[in-house]
């Protein structure tokens, strides 16, 4: 895959990001085909499907480089099951990107809980977790 290009207003850099796992996914109780999409402003990148668990481990990495200009303010995450038919959406978490800025060394390493999608802060019964990193160039 190409890497993808979103404007930054702190110069040229990166932003990776490792999808490393997930827990506790269901679909009404059963394994689901998960898959996580991340959305970073316009740019968006997913990993592979994993077939038939409710604790997927990804270990994907994805790299979204920096142009000048606005930048968006967040990451945004959405576990997804793949279905026959419709793409569910699982939950969704975000990592604002000033808190990866200021975090030593540029990085964080965290679990993140998933909130139900049309529930207003439910969290959903998952998590997933993430290493965010900022490259200067």
Same mark, same amino acid.
């Given at each position: 895959?190409? &890497?993808?290009?979103? &404007?930054?207003?702190? !110069?040229?850099? $990166?932003?990776? #990001? %490792?999808?490393? /796992?997930?827990?506790?996914?269901?679909?009404?109780?059963? /394994?689901?085909?998960?898959? +996580?999409?991340?959305?970073?402003?316009?740019?968006?990148?997913?990993?592979?499907? #994993?077939? !038939?668990?409710?604790?997927?481990?990804? !270990? %994907?990495?994805?790299?979204?480089?920096?142009?000048?200009?606005?930048?968006?303010?967040?990451?945004?995450?959405?576990? $997804?099951?793949?279905?026959?038919?419709?793409?569910?959406?699982?939950?969704?978490?975000? #990592?604002?990107?000033?808190?990866?800025?200021?975090?030593?060394?540029? +990085?964080?390493?965290?679990?993140? +809980?998933?909130?139900? &999608?049309?529930?207003?802060?439910?969290?959903?019964?998952?998590? #997933?977790?993430?290493?965010?990193?900022?490259? &200067?160039?």
């Amino acid at each position: 895959d190409l &890497p993808t290009f979103v &404007p930054t207003p702190l !110069g040229r850099g $990166m932003l990776r #990001v %490792e999808v490393v /796992a997930a827990a506790r996914l269901a679909t009404n109780g059963n /394994a689901c085909n998960a898959y +996580a999409a991340l959305l970073l402003g316009a740019a968006r990148q997913q990993t592979a499907v #994993v077939k !038939g668990s409710t604790d997927p481990v990804f !270990g %994907e990495s994805f790299a979204f480089h920096s142009a000048d200009g606005p930048a968006p303010l967040e990451l945004l995450i959405s576990l $997804m099951h793949r279905t026959g038919e419709r793409d569910e959406c699982l939950g969704s978490a975000s #990592v604002r990107l000033s808190r990866v800025l200021h975090a030593p060394g540029r +990085a964080l390493d965290e679990w993140l +809980a998933l909130h139900a &999608p049309g529930r207003k802060g439910a969290v959903y019964n998952g998590k #997933v977790h993430l290493r965010v990193h900022w490259v &200067p160039e």
